[in-house]
Nanobody
Framework: QVQLVESGGGLVQAGGSLRLSCTAS????????MAWYRQAPGKQRELVAIIIRGGSTNYAESVKGRFTISADNAKNTVYLQMNSLKSEDTAVYYC???????????????WGQGTQVTVSS
């Protein structure tokens, strides 16, 4: 079994910064990708940023230039540095990962429990 635990959410004023962390633990053989999604009230969950094994990244247009995703492979941890936060960034942020638990395992998709980010204007 694999668990994803997020931390770092909170309340911040517009223009401020927050850093989210997500650590994967459990029976991990390989991590193929880790990502951050968010879901605002009344809206669908959307991809914010993703980092693929090897280091390539991709971002939603709305956060490009403001958010940075990074990973510490030794710690099975992904980070989301969020700068110049706006009120529209307010949402529950979820960690997501594609992880295999053994050689030959094609991997499964896991979700964290979510962490609230609130940006006050």
């Amino acid at each position: 079994q694999v668990q994803l635990v997020e931390s770092g959410g909170g309340l911040v004023q517009a223009g401020g910064s927050l850093r989210l962390s997500c650590t994967a633990s459990g029976n991990i053989f390989s991590i193929y990708a880790m990502a951050w999604y968010r879901q605002a009230p009344g809206k669908q969950r959307e991809l914010v940023a993703i980092i693929i094994r090897g280091g390539s990244t991709n971002y939603a247009e709305s956060v490009k230039g403001r958010f940075t995703i990074s990973a510490d492979n030794a710690k099975n941890t992904v980070y989301l540095q969020m700068n110049s936060l706006k009120s529209e960034d307010t949402a529950v942020y979820y960690c997501n990962a594609d992880i295999s638990s053994s050689m030959g395992d094609t991997g499964y998709n896991y979700w964290g429990q979510g962490t609230q980010v609130t940006v006050s204007s």
